[in-house]
């Protein structure tokens, strides 16, 4: 097995990637990584700004990118990106469903959000919200940028799920239920697709750990001291690495995931947690 192989193995030059929630913290950081080993990177977000901030990294660092405006949850804003992609490269290789998220009003007993909110009183508006953005905003890409996949015959769909499709946590039921839903998802995907459309289209997920990030950083840090607040303290003893999550942490997973190296791989959620996942607590 010479060099040139394993380059040929987990090589994507040239590759066409589309990312959904592209301005966040975790999805921009595998955006950056892809435009470096020379994929086409294509950051979808609905606020266009955040967008065109990380296609401009990409392209200081010498890669490809382009930033185009997309709601997930409008199917008809979905289908106009994929038209803006074809258009710009003439083919969809790679999708990476970034786009997610949590609120404060879906979440309970949040002190420092105002009154505390029982399970009994969380508004339906605000579960719908974290639910339908979760799962809806990654069935919707699959059924626009996967139908272009099943015309082409082959491609890589990567979701992103979360530690709370394992095991729900505490406060956060709508989230934990919408990524739960995503892994479901990422496996049902993978079988249907591959019996139905061709055997070359291959569907996983990651299952990050914990990672700062805008959504969380109210639970996780006091917003007044920066300091760990009791559940960033709990998670950080429940996790055997000691610390939270970096982004960089998930881009040799990802490129692996997206690359001819996993070949063979399709159907699984790959958790990237810093062992939460193998700590029983004792």
């Excluded at 007993?109 to 969380?122: C, I, M, N, R, Y």
């Excluded at 769909?157 to 709508?174: D, E, G, H, Q």
């Amino acid at each position: 097995m010479d060099k040139g192989y394993l380059e040929q193995l987990f090589g994507l030059e040239g590759k066409v990637a589309v990312l959904t929630g592209g301005g966040g913290v975790l999805v921009s950081a595998m955006g950056r990584a892809l435009g470096k080993v020379g994929v086409k990177v294509v950051i979808l977000d609905i606020v266009l700004p955040a967008a065109e901030r990380v296609a401009d990294d990409i392209r200081s660092a010498g890669g490809e990118a382009l930033a185009v405006g997309c709601n997930v949850l409008d199917k008809s804003s979905i289908q106009s990106a994929a038209a803006s992609v074809i258009s710009s490269y003439g083919q969809v290789d790679i999708l990476i469903n970034g786009a997610g998220g949590n609120k404060k009003e879906a979440t309970t007993a949040v002190g420092t959000a105002g009154p505390d909110l029982s399970f009994f009183d969380l508004p339906a508006d605000a579960v719908n919200w974290v639910f339908n953005l979760n799962f809806i905003g990654t069935l919707l890409p699959c059924q626009v940028f996967g139908k272009l996949m099943a015309e082409q015959g082959r491609g890589v769909i990567l979701n992103v799920s979360s530690m709370n499709a394992f095991r729900p946590l505490t406060r956060i039921p709508a989230y934990s239920a919408a990524k739960a839903a995503v892994s479901n998802f990422t496996q049902w995907l993978a079988v249907h697709i591959n019996q139905e459309y061709s055997p070359h289209i291959r569907v996983n997920a990651l299952a990050p750990g914990f990672y700062l990030t805008e959504q969380n950083r109210f639970l996780l840090t006091d917003a007044a001291t920066g300091d760990l607040t009791p559940r960033g303290q709990l998670i950080i003893q429940h996790t055997p690495m000691g610390r939270f999550g970096d982004p960089d942490d998930l881009i040799s997973t990802t490129l692996w995931l997206l690359s001819d190296g996993a070949s063979f791989v399709t159907g699984i959620v790959v958790p990237v947690d810093g062992g939460f996942s193998a700590f029983s607590g004792v």
